[in-house]
């Protein structure tokens, strides 16, 4: 709403605007456009053409201005048919800055965070519930089944949960156990499972029960897989390979996140995200869409209209007066130049 009225304004402005340069324009039409009084064809609907680039750029940056991804105008299902079940590895570990694909890295948390943002920002806000579980040297759960994304948002912005934690050895498989014993009463194949930590963990060969509820597994790893990093007297760096084979136990994907999000392709098929995020231009699409085409028009209205604004004929015209003009002051130059020699000699 706020946008639209922000856009409304601007065009009112902008058509007051042409009106009163309209007005200015018709005083010295004949001299601005030859005897017609009149510019070429097209250039007539350049007060329309500027009005709605205006306007378009106007709606689009202030839509873009209060863009928020995870807000939704859209009230929920008292029952959630979907669930987004996120594991997050809250390790001190995880404090270490190795992470990111920019030279100046962040820690292995705020990275998580962001990756697991990314997932929040293409959720089916109609139907799907979020569970957050945090894990150390055990599973803790911190948001339970809500449709309010903001506060799970805000879970994952790299505070130190490790905090809350006894310190020790960090326990993937209990964090993973946790879990799964709170996804084992949704529905089947109602459940998406994203598990998010640099796999410095102990290794736990038991065996893992896989819900019927969870339908997609994803492993993501954060942290510089190459280079270790020292915490705590140790040498930490994401280990992969555990990471591959917890992956192959859920039944599910491996992907390294350290550099890349989840690529569109695979998040394209997971349970919780809505095909209508996909199906169409979006919100922030057309607000883009609209800057872009706004920008365009201004910027390439003015000098198009120095190039092409005037009717072929007068510019013809004008082109000979000018040459004409042009000869005669060279014809007078050279009398007076041949006038100066003859006096002087």
Sequence with gaps: MTALLVAIVALAVTALAERLHQRRVERVA?????PSGRP???????PYLRC???TALAWGATTLALYDPVQTYEKPAKAGSKHLLILLDVSPSMTLEDAGPSAEKVTRAVWAGKLAQAILDRLDTEATRVTLVAFYTKGLPIVQETFDKAVVANALDGLPMYVAFESGATHMHKGVTKALELARVWPRKSAALVVISDGDASANAAPIHVPDSIADAIVIG???????SVINGHASRQDSGSLKQLAARLGGMYHDGNQKHLPSKVLDKLTVISP???A???LREAALIAVGAGG???ALLQPSLILFGIPRSFRRGRAKVTRRAKGRDSAESNERRAGALEVAR
């Design 30 to 34: 004949r001299l601005a456009f030859g």
């Design 40 to 46: 070429a064809e097209w250039a007539v609907a350049a």
């Design 52 to 54: 709605l680039g205006v």
């Design 222 to 228: 954060v942290g510089d897989p190459f280079r270790s």
């Design 276 to 278: 209508r995020a996909f």
């Design 280 to 282: 169409g231009v979006g």
């Design 296 to 298: 365009a028009v201004l």
